[in-house]
């Protein structure tokens, strides 16, 4: 519905372009990885931490997975 089209893309990258600079950009992306594996990293963690704790709660489920 509101995906974006290849002009679209360009025009944001071209204003990103004159925005902050050609030296920047790295620097920019840089730290976008850096926020995104820290993000997905404490998503795992929670998952994981939701996981242990249907485990303590529901132990016939366990049985039932394992079989």
Known sequence: MFG?????IILILVFVLIFF???KIP??????GK???????AARDVQDDIEK??????PAENDKDNK
């Open 4 to 8: 974006l089209g290849t002009q679209e």
């Open 35 to 41: 926020g995104i594996r820290e993000f997905r990293k």
């Open 53 to 58: 704790e249907v485990k303590k709660i529901d």
């Open 27 to 32: 620097e920019l992306a840089q730290g976008l």
């Open 21 to 23: 600079g050609a030296k």
